[in-house]
């Protein structure tokens, strides 16, 4: 079994892992314009980049091109978020506050947090899906990423986040 660890920094057991993800110390936010422009990068930006190409680096090319397609649908959906790194795994920022992480395994991507509202609201189309009540979904890797619930579940988390700060 190898030690990895989730979106609350926690090391837990898996079974099924090929990839290991371990917690970092990362000081501060590290972010980057999802839709940046080469060369338009901070220095903080920089750091990011190098953490995601060190991430994609390590996987297979199979489960890299599996782990683009999820990175790009969060993108395509939150084109106003940036990309962040945390807890050892690419996520997405707004307001300089990471609002989902994603991460490859040996058998599956997921994607981090989910809630229990969400979860209800999309019950049938999550059917087919492994989730967790700790807010985790599971796609498995020799499927193609479901961009379009992939969307809706990014869209539901930044209107549960926009409710608890107050916002329209």
Request: no cysteine; hydrophobic share 40%.
């Amino acid at each position: 079994m190898a030690k990895i660890s989730g979106p609350r920094n926690k090391r837990f057991q898996a079974r099924d892992t090929g990839v290991s993800h371990s917690p970092e110390q990362i000081g501060g936010a590290v972010v980057t314009r999802a839709s940046s422009k080469p060369g338009s990068g901070s220095k903080a930006g920089s750091a990011s980049s190098s953490q995601m190409r060190t991430y994609l680096a390590k996987l297979p090319t199979s489960l890299r091109a599996q782990v683009l397609k999820l990175r790009d649908a969060i993108r395509s959906a939150a084109p106003e978020a940036v990309e962040s790194f945390g807890y050892g795994m690419p996520a997405f920022a707004l307001d300089r506050k990471n609002f989902i992480w994603y991460g490859a395994w040996k058998n599956h991507l997921s994607l981090y947090p989910l809630s229990n509202a969400t979860r209800l609201a999309l019950a049938n189309e999550l059917a087919g899906y492994d989730t967790s009540g700790k807010g985790t979904i599971r796609f498995r890797s020799d499927e193609d990423v479901p961009a379009s619930l992939v969307a809706r579940l990014v869209k539901a988390r930044i209107a549960e986040l926009a409710l608890t700060r107050g916002q329209p």
